[in-house]
């Protein structure tokens, strides 16, 4: 599985070589829900995307996120005041008595203001942090690329594929819906197949693999198995067009939700290599019309469009 991304940081100046518009309504209509309170998790290089705007949508956008942040660090510095206190308590409780309970309490309270002064320093940092700021994972929300209207349209949807007519308690029953298995497109995923295509522009990608399996060893006897994250990036350092597909979902008590989920296939000798099972497929750029084109009478050339794909070797790296 795909089960981590990262994007493109420098979304605007692969627009301008790209082609493609942003669909301001989309996102001024996000960014609006965030505001209101619904829970959406949006990437600091997304955020980024307005931060010189150009129209009255994208200053209204700026604003929405500078309100966004202003609010989220207020409750950010009161939860660093209120551990700050809980950890001065727990202090005094250890000079006094040295209990488990109080060694507990000041254990949380270290964790939660290490924990909330880094995403205040995330929240007020003006350059981007690529490791951090353009990555996505399951829920987050990603720029994706879409045919409408003949151009080449970037809308945001969320990374976990909410397949239109069905109830939003799919995004629980079925949790790994982020990742679409080539070998079951026209089994669960034949509503969109040939229906609606898009591509996540994207620099590496993460796994989970075993660690035995990565160090290419037995487990010893009565050794538990451990789970490690790579990334892997194509030695080409090249932006990958990863095919992708997604779903408008509607429903009575919830607002429209765009998603999307991730295209994977058999990896490539070097990934299997390391113990991962799947990958995912970059798009060559002369296809990229055809693929976001889908036209449901002729399925076969897409499955020609994903077997003829990008073919990078993939250098992997233990991820931070």
Known sequence: MCYSAQIKADYRKFLR???????????????????????????????????????????????????????????????????????????????????????????IATNKIEAA??????????????????????????????????????????????????PAFYDKKYPGTYIARRDNLEGFWKTLFGYSHGLLVATAFYEHVSKARLERRELKPGERDENVILEFKPSSAQDMLLACLWSRWEGKDEPSLLSFAAITDEPPPEIAAVGHTRCIIPIKPNNVDAWLRPDAADLAQFYAVLDDRERPYYEHLLAA
């Open 17 to 107: 070589t790209f082609g493609a518009r942003i669909d301001l309504r989309e996102f001024v209509q996000l960014y609006w829900e965030r505001e209101q309170g619904r829970a959406i998790s949006i990437p600091k290089a997304i955020d980024a995307l307005f931060d010189e705007p150009q129209t009255n949508e994208e200053q209204r956008i700026k604003e929405m996120i500078a309100r966004f942040n202003k609010a989220q660090a207020a409750k950010l510095e009161q939860e660093i005041f209120k551990q700050r206190a809980r950890l001065a308590d727990a202090e005094r409780s250890l000079q006094a008595k040295a209990t488990k309970a109080a060694t507990e309490s000041k254990r």
């Open 117 to 166: 002064l880094q995403r205040l320093d995330d929240l007020r940092r003006t350059e981007l942090d690529g490791e951090r700021d353009a990555r996505i994972f399951p829920g987050h929300y990603a720029p994706v690329v879409v045919m409408e209207g003949g151009e080449r349209v970037v809308k945001p949807m969320r990374y976990q594929c909410r397949l239109a007519g069905k």
